[in-house]
């Protein structure tokens, strides 16, 4: 079963961002891939800013990147681009680190003004350490993000459509990784 690695890039403890790429985690475990979540602000700051490599945590997290099949980048956007503990993140990748994955771009902001982000920021990036395949992306504006006395949920129409951008991003690995997997299921799980 593919592998599926959520990196997030943002430094905040209640991460819309975070809460994003959770739901984009639960749809693809519900359709029976392996997932996991690494949060780059869990990682000891002093390791990362230091580009230590060796250090126990940084390579355990840059050995899940170098393990999954496919990886989802999650950020939000700060001035415009992504954040600069992502990028702390990705600098420790090899220069062919994304090499063979195929990559989910999601970006959260607080105005569509910054929408192009993705394309504009991102993408290049992803490009450069050799993502073979990065499939459509998607930018989730903050307020999409509703909270309340529950746990944190999205808009149902956002949902919808960050959904459509998973299910096309499951699809596209299935078919490069010779996986047994069956993607109905991917249309069907809710
Ligand atoms: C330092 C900082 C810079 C930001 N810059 C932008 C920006 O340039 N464009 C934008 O649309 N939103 C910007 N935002 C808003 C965040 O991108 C948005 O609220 C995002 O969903 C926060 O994600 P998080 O909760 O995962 O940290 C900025 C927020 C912060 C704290």
């Known amino acids: 079963m593919p592998q599926l690695l959520a990196i997030t890039g943002s430094p905040s403890v209640h991460s819309r961002t ?48 170098a393990a999954a099949d496919g990886v989802v980048i999650a950020t939000p956007v700060y001035k415009a681009s992504y954040t600069g503990l992502l990028k702390a993140f990705l ?8 090499v063979g994955k195929t990559v989910l771009p999601l970006v959260t902001g607080g105005s569509l003004a910054h929408v192009l982000t993705i394309d504009y920021a991102l993408r290049p990036v ?20 509703e909270r309340g006395a529950g746990p944190d949920r999205l808009r149902p129409e956002t949902e919808l459509d960050l959904f459509q951008a998973v299910d096309e991003f499951a699809g596209a690995l299935l078919r490069t990784a010779d996986s047994p997997a069956n993607p109905i299921a991917l249309t069907a799980t809710p």
């Open 91 to 98: 600098d420790l990748l090899p220069q062919d680190g994304l």
């Open 126 to 145: 992803l490009s450069a350490l050799g993502a073979r395949h990065v499939t459509a992306g998607r930018f989730v504006l903050d307020s999409s993000v």
């Open 18 to 65: 975070a809460v994003v790429a959770d739901h984009v985690l639960r749809r693809l475990s519900h359709s029976g891939f392996d997932t996991a979540h690494l949060a780059v602000r869990d990682l000891p700051a002093a390791d990362l800013l230091s580009a230590r490599r060796g250090e126990p945590e940084i390579r355990r997290a840059l050995e899940a990147v």
